[in-house]
């Protein structure tokens, strides 16, 4: 669960994921990884058939529950990571909640009037049909910028950290 306070006037102006899109890819290996003990287990009783007789057949479903559970833990952990990678744009900061293992988080933030250039990348015809992109912020005085990776509507998210960083500096 993402836990974060605001300052007393600021607001929560977006709340950013990576593109839906992406984490269906994770969802295929998944479906792959899924149906492979299965579809061993048809291939391997049709070239021998008494091949499955009860202790064999008790080995394999010890070793594909074992294999299932590993599929389910690493699906898991594909999963926070895609839900816990946050990025919330406020009319006073950015921040970035990284979620690097399943104990292991980085939290980052900066002032929206410390940003310089703000930039979208928009590569390939994928990424251009459902108008996803990397977002790359660099403030002042700091060598790393922020990156928003794989982030939808990439030009609109541009446009409004533009929009706030002009509201932020004329505000001061």
Known sequence: MLNFTLNPDEKLIMLIRKHRIYYLKHSLVLFFLFSLPIAIYFALNSFFEDLFNSEI?????????????????????SWMNYYLDVWLVTNER?????????????????????????????????????????????????????????????????????????????QK
């Not at 057949?57 to 952990?77: D, G, K, R």
């Not at 292991?104 to 049909?129: C, N, Q, W, Y």
Request: no cysteine; net charge negative.
């Open 57 to 77: 057949f008790t080995i394999y479903i010890i070793i594909s529950a074992t294999y299932y559970l590993t599929v389910l833990f690493f699906s898991l952990l």
């Open 94 to 170: 950015i921040i970035e909640y990284e979620q690097k293992s399943p104990f292991h988080r980085e939290t980052s933030e900066l002032m929206l009037e410390s940003i310089e250039d703000v930039s979208a990348k928009v590569e390939g015809i994928f990424p251009s049909l459902i108008k996803s992109g990397n977002i790359y912020v660099q403030t002042a005085g700091q060598a790393e910028r922020f990156i928003f990776t794989d982030a939808p509507n990439a030009e609109e998210i541009k446009e409004t950290i533009i929009r706030l960083t002009h509201q932020s500096t004329h």
